[in-house]
């Protein structure tokens, strides 16, 4: 497969690495001291599992550099779906399949709602990784892909993606209810990343603490009540397999406190400004989403600030 990854930070980089190793044809999309570093010295992982180290791929800031694809890894911050989804005219061909590899659960609406819903996939990411240094990601744990079609239909060209996840040694599955995954996830995305953010705290200190699982708690609730409005049943023994599967996590950094730490833009919107739209417009209150969005959005505010300074 021709496949290119656009956002070729560690999800993107990580995956894309590890599908150049299997021998596809890769483009990887980035910009500023992350490109210089790849077109330099290539792309590098560094992990106790399966070391890489990438040289022979494209990389480039321009699509049209790339041209038509097979596949196209969408790995874009959620804030920059939009603006990145109208770029991908240049790689698209006529069977060119788009699988999104984001957090939160509206992306790939966002992509369908430019280029079609028969060409846009849904994907799910449970991967430890950290773009480190430019050119150079750390991979800590994971590394599995559950995708599927929003509308639940499994079509030759997904199973095509995922029998080439498979042979490049990708943990994956196909899913006939991607958007049930999608919530789930964000059962763990809006509280972990929301409270380690204010708080400063890793997975594990979280856990540990009583008053912080109860405000974890509190948020999954809503989290349930906003995808129940889409039609979305997130049974309430999720709670706790999502605290447990937190215990496992240990000293673990969430991707957002990973962003806060590096003053990156924030994904506040995609993990708690999304269950407090959907309940607002549903007449219904989101108290504890509310105070991580009021004051996430401040952060965020604060971050921009300081790098235009």
Not at 81 to 101: C, F, R, V
Not at 256 to 265: I, N, V, Y
Not at 273 to 297: D, H, M, S, W
């Amino acid at each position: 497969m021709r496949i290119a990854v656009i956002g070729a930070g560690a999800v993107g980089g990580y995956f894309g690495a590890k599908l150049a190793a299997a021998g596809q044809d890769m483009a990887f999309i980035a910009r500023g001291a992350h490109l210089d570093a790849l077109r330099r010295a290539g792309l590098r992982v560094e992990s106790l599992a399966a070391p890489l180290h990438i040289k022979n791929s494209l990389f480039t800031s321009e699509g049209r550099e790339v041209g038509p694809v097979d596949l196209i890894l969408f790995c874009v911050k959620s804030y920059d779906t939009e603006a990145a989804a109208q770029t991908l005219g240049p790689m698209l061909g006529d069977g060119t399949l788009i699988l999104s590899l984001q957090n939160g659960v509206d992306n790939p609406q966002k992509i369908a709602a430019l280029w079609g819903e028969e060409r846009t996939l849904a994907g799910v990411v449970y991967l430890g990784a950290q773009l480190i240094a430019p050119g150079v990601i750390r991979h800590s744990a994971g590394g599995k892909i559950v995708f599927g079609r929003q509308d639940g239909a499994v079509i030759p060209a997904a199973k095509a993606v995922e029998q080439t996840l498979t042979a490049a040694a990708i943990p994956c599955e196909l899913s006939r209810n991607i958007a049930r995954v999608q919530w789930t996830k964000l059962l763990w995305n809006a509280p972990f990343c929301a409270i380690s953010c204010l708080t400063r705290a890793n997975v594990k200190q979280i856990v540990e603490s009583d008053s912080l699982t109860k405000l974890a708690l509190d948020c999954m609730a809503e989290v349930q009540a906003a995808a129940r409005t889409c039609g979305i049943d997130l049974p309430p023994e999720l709670f706790q397999e999502t605290l447990t599967f937190s215990r496992g996590l240990g000293d673990f950094k969430p991707s957002m406190l990973q962003d806060l730490e590096a003053a990156k833009p924030l994904e506040y919107e995609a993990f708690n400004g999304v269950v407090v739209k959907l309940l607002q417009q549903a007449g219904r209150p989101a108290p504890t989403n509310e105070i991580f969005y009021g004051t996430l959005k401040f952060l965020d505010q604060r971050i921009r600030q300081e790098a235009m300074h």
